[in-house]
């Protein structure tokens, strides 16, 4: 693609936004229903999808096919323009569909492929109390009964698990296997009987996190999702999806919106600690979006590292820590008195002490910042394990 046509592009998108991004959404959807929060994420899903911007990343035969350097240019001017996130199909247009385009059925996708573009919801069913960072020690358990598996067991920090029809689940099927080999991937139907779902109230005052619990819940067989006790090397092809365009967008929207609520914040610049701290978080920023441009042009080249995944992925969220601790600290006492922020949104939002609480959130899911740390000295340093 040439230079020209990308720029005839970029022209594209950013008319399209200038059309569509609602100029009131932020006020709209701070304090809104649950119900409302919905109505509006799967609005809005929709006029991406009319434009064939919902999902740029899947293959052109399921609605998507867009080049890679598109693709970049899409999220960069989605986030230049604060349009806003696909909270509620994220897991569905990456995770799900990830998994589906490479391990499942020819059936699983015609059922759902389809379904997830008319507004499907998806949550993923991994962490457990005692198997968050150390994933292969859940336990929960599926017990094949004739055609089915009946299931029990609880999983935790499931996001938006109180809106979601299907979900992503994990489940020991083999309990005298080494840990990772016992492991069986399964497509849950959210309203089986035996799963209940309790939103858990977090610090910023959101319940975006889950538990969900499992009792003899059961889920077909042909709802299994590659071969039985081979679930471990299914999920990491849904935790494949969290990397590459999924980051992009991220740094993207923290560069844009999110360094100039911070500019903002520090208005009149008269103090030279307070300019030398937005420079360097600029150079910082600047750095995280190239990264993660490279990252996408090299894994859409298969020449990424086995460790740059991890690499960005621990850089974004400490990045994103460090900024939002900037913020709280030049936004004063009037940045305790926030206590709500806009749904539909990234995890910066200028609401600083609630974005900065709700930082610490990132270096946790994924993979914790320790975990990619042993990651990238493993994988991309080749050293020994300890």
Same mark, same amino acid.
């Given at each position: 693609?040439?230079?020209?046509?990308?720029?005839?592009?970029?022209?594209?998108?950013?008319?399209?936004?200038?059309?569509?991004?609602?100029?009131?959404?932020?006020?709209?959807?701070?304090?809104?229903?649950?119900?409302?929060?919905?109505?509006?994420?799967?609005?809005?899903?929709?006029?991406?999808?009319?434009?064939?911007?919902?999902?740029?990343?899947?293959?052109?035969?399921?609605?998507?096919?867009?080049?890679?350097a598109e693709q970049i240019v899409l999220y960069q001017e989605l986030a230049a323009h604060?349009?806003?996130?696909?909270?509620?199909?994220?897991?569905?247009?990456?995770?799900?569909?990830?998994?589906?385009?490479?391990?499942?059925?020819?059936?699983?996708?015609?059922?759902?492929?389809?379904?997830?573009?008319?507004?499907?919801?998806?949550?993923?069913?991994?962490?457990?109390?005692?198997?968050?960072?150390?994933?292969?020690?859940?336990?929960?358990?599926?017990?094949?009964?004739?055609?089915?598996?009946?299931?029990? !067991?609880?999983?935790?920090?499931?996001?938006?698990?109180?809106?979601?029809?299907?979900?992503?689940?994990?489940?020991?099927?083999?309990?005298?296997?080494?840990?990772?080999?016992?492991?069986?991937?399964?497509?849950?139907? /959210?309203?089986?009987?035996?799963?209940?779902?309790?939103?858990?109230?977090?610090?910023?005052?959101?319940?975006?996190?889950?538990?969900?619990?499992?009792?003899?819940?059961?889920?077909?067989?042909?709802?299994?999702?590659?071969?039985?006790?081979?679930?471990?090397?299914?999920?990491?092809?849904?935790?494949?999806?969290?990397?590459?365009?999924? /980051?992009?967008?991220?740094?993207?929207?923290?560069?844009?919106?999110?360094?100039?609520?911070?500019?903002?914040?520090?208005?009149?610049?008269?103090?030279?600690?307070?300019?030398?701290?937005?420079?360097?978080?600029?150079?910082?920023?600047?750095?995280?979006?190239?990264?993660?441009?490279?990252?996408?042009?090299?894994?859409?080249?298969?020449?990424?590292?086995?460790?740059?995944?991890?690499?960005?992925?621990?850089?974004?969220?400490?990045?994103?820590?460090?900024?939002?601790?900037?913020?709280?600290?030049?936004?004063?006492?009037?940045?305790?008195?926030?206590?709500?922020?806009? /749904?539909? !949104?990234?995890?910066?939002?200028?609401?600083?002490?609630?974005?900065f609480v709700g930082s610490w959130e990132w270096t946790i899911p994924g993979g914790t910042?320790?975990?990619?740390?042993?990651?990238?000295?493993?994988?991309?340093?080749?050293?020994?394990?300890?």
């Open positions: 693609m040439t230079g020209r046509e990308l720029e005839e592009f970029r022209a594209e998108v950013r008319e399209w936004c200038r059309a569509h991004v609602p100029s009131d959404w932020r006020q709209t959807q701070t304090g809104a229903s649950d119900a409302e929060f919905v109505r509006f994420q799967q609005d809005w899903f929709q006029q991406l999808r009319a434009a064939g911007y919902a999902v740029p990343h899947w293959p052109v035969e399921y609605g998507g096919g867009m080049p890679v604060d349009a806003p996130r696909l909270v509620l199909a994220f897991v569905a247009v990456h995770h799900a569909a990830a998994t589906l385009l490479a391990a499942g059925t020819e059936e699983q996708r015609r059922r759902h492929l389809p379904a997830i573009l008319d507004g499907e919801i998806w949550v993923q069913g991994f962490s457990e109390p005692g198997a968050g960072s150390d994933l292969a020690a859940l336990r929960t358990t599926a017990r094949r009964a004739g055609d089915e598996y009946v299931v029990t !067991g609880q999983k935790v920090w499931a996001s938006g698990a109180q809106y979601a029809d299907w979900c992503l689940l994990l489940a020991r099927t083999d309990p005298n296997a080494p840990k990772r080999q016992g492991i069986s991937y399964f497509l849950l139907d /959210m309203r089986t009987p035996g799963v209940e779902v309790r939103p858990i109230r977090q610090a910023t005052g959101e319940s975006h996190f889950c538990e969900i619990f499992l009792d003899e819940a059961r889920i077909p067989a042909d709802r299994l999702v590659g071969a039985e006790n081979t679930g471990w090397r299914v999920a990491q092809q849904t935790l494949g999806a969290e990397r590459g365009l999924t /980051m992009l967008e991220l740094a993207e929207r923290l560069g844009n919106a999110g360094f100039r609520w911070l500019a903002e914040a520090c208005a009149p610049i008269d103090d030279p600690v307070v300019a030398d701290r937005l420079a360097t978080l600029e150079i910082e920023l600047t750095g995280l979006r190239a990264l993660c441009r490279d990252l996408v042009e090299r894994h859409a080249a298969a020449t990424a590292g086995p460790a740059d995944a991890s690499i960005v992925k621990l850089y974004y969220s400490e990045l994103l820590q460090r900024l939002t601790d900037f913020g709280a600290e030049v936004g004063g006492m009037a940045a305790q008195t926030v206590v709500r922020k806009p /749904m539909s !949104g990234g995890w910066e939002s200028g609401a600083w002490v609630l974005d910042s320790e975990i990619q740390r042993t990651i990238i000295a493993e994988r991309g340093l080749g050293l020994p394990r300890a």
